[in-house]
């Protein structure tokens, strides 16, 4: 066997053979990185037949001063992790490879799930186990970074989670939530569309994230990122913007329709003293209160943002067997009134479902599921939506030049010192 470079174009190809595939395993991924200052390395390991059996994308970054490259292998090289003779022979062939590319360290977090857990984050009893994995990958020398780490100390985050969806919709559906199952069934009544953005409406998108930026304080991507994220991996099909919009007009209609119904059929009970009626009457006035506080809302709405306004937003990364919700934005104004948040998510599950893949994927989650926790929110929302926690195996490092590494750790300690004392 033997490590081979591959050709760009037939790269993705070759990458959908393996089941662990990710869109961090494209091209596409590498072209965008390229962009920001990452070179790309496409290999390939290939047995006497012409079968590939090994095959990764490595990103590399010349280090300044030191004059060699840093590697990583994002959501690690894809081949069977659980044949041990084949991962050790990959990983001989690789290294020596690298060495020959004056990569001094080598940098991966495979896409490979730990131990099976469920829904509430606990081991499931007869579950899979791939400790072996962590054993094999630490006798061939690669050091476990942070370790079994809970929070979010790596590169990629080591807990995910996903909604399967191998049952029908419908029974996907049973399985959210009550208050997301409540929202969801808004749809029509709001007048909420969900569709999909093309590239002149990427700004539409960016105005949402901004908005979540500003809310919970972190420091959105800009537009040009965005642009260019959209270039590299739309046409590939590995990413796609939605967005959750409001008809308010359409929304006014449908509220004083409610008003009206509720309206009627209070007249048509009213005198009468039984249960049921007394019950039907105080659930309608309810509606019709509810319905006139929304209402105010929305004729606030129309006058200040128009007809209809984009609401909430979602970029998916659709690869191999899973569709994963890497970024959300929302309007904050909105949140409560109008569902949209939840309504997209919904929505997204049923077209993924509708698309073949068979998980959705909610991305990142903190390992910790002490409610007290700072990031317990994160997790908790996300369960809402049915489904399980995902552990995986982590992030590993493989020092390939010991003297190189050495002299990049000393020279990465003084600048954190000088940027300290600054």
């Known amino acids: 066997m033997q490590i081979k470079e591959i050709k760009k174009e037939d790269f993705n190809g070759l990458a959908r053979n393996f089941e662990m595939q990710s869109f961090h395993q494209t091209s596409n991924w590498a072209d965008l990185k390229v962009m920001t200052g990452w070179k790309s390395l496409y290999l390939g390991y290939e047995d006497d037949n012409g079968q590939i059996l090994a095959l990764g994308l490595f990103l590399l970054k010349k280090m300044p001063v030191i004059n060699s490259y840093l590697a990583y292998c994002p959501r690690g090289f894809m081949l069977d992790y659980n044949n041990s003779k084949l991962l050790k ?25 730990y131990k099976q857990r469920d829904i509430g984050g606990n081991l499931v009893e007869g579950g899979f186990d791939n400790s072996q ?25 080591r807990f995910l989670f996903r909604t399967p969806l191998d049952k029908s919709y419908d029974e996907i559906f049973k399985g959210f939530g009550t208050t997301v199952k409540r929202r969801a069934k808004k749809k029509d009544a709001l007048a909420v569309e969900v569709r999909e953005l093309d590239k002149s409406e990427i700004h539409i998108f960016k105005e949402l994230m901004e908005k979540t930026a500003d809310r919970k304080g972190f420091v959105d991507r800009s537009f040009a990122y965005y642009e260019k994220m959209y270039n590299a991996m739309h046409d590939g099909g590995f990413m ?17 329709e409610t008003i009206k119904d509720k ?72 949140l409560q009134e109008f569902s949209t948040s939840v309504i997209i998510i919904a929505e997204m599950i049923r077209k993924m479902k509708e698309e073949g893949y068979q998980y959705y994927n909610f991305y990142g989650i903190s390992g910790n599921f002490d409610p007290k926790s700072e990031h317990y929110g994160l997790y908790s929302y996300k369960r ?16 390939v030049n010991k003297p190189i590494k050495m002299l990049y750790d000393i020279l990465m300690k003084g600048y954190s010192f000088l940027k300290r004392i600054r």
């Not at 690298?98 to 896409?111: A, G, M, Q, R, Y």
């Open 384 to 399: 809402e939506y049915g489904g399980e926690v995902v552990e995986l195996i982590g992030q590993f490092e493989y020092t």
């Open 263 to 334: 309206q009627e059929e209070n007249a048509l009970l009213e005198g009468k003293d039984t249960k049921k009626a007394l019950n039907t009457i105080a659930t309608n006035n309810s509606i019709i209160d509810s319905s006139n506080k929304l209402l105010a809302t929305v004729n606030k709405s129309l006058d200040e943002r128009g007809e209809i306004v984009p609401l909430s937003a979602i970029c998916l990364m659709t690869c191999g067997i899973e569709a994963i919700q890497l970024l959300a934005g929302n309007d904050k104004d909105y």
């Open 240 to 256: 796609r913007l939605f967005v959750a919009e409001i008809n308010f007009l359409k929304c006014k209609e449908n509220l004083l």
């Open 133 to 157: 994995v962590v054993n094999d990958l630490l006798d061939l020398g690669y050091c476990h970074k942070n370790g079994f780490n809970l929070n979010f100390e790596n590169l990629q985050p």
């Open 89 to 113: 022979d990959f990983n001989r062939d690789l290294i020596a490879c690298l060495k020959d590319k004056h990569v001094f360290e080598l940098i991966i977090d495979p896409n490979v799930a």
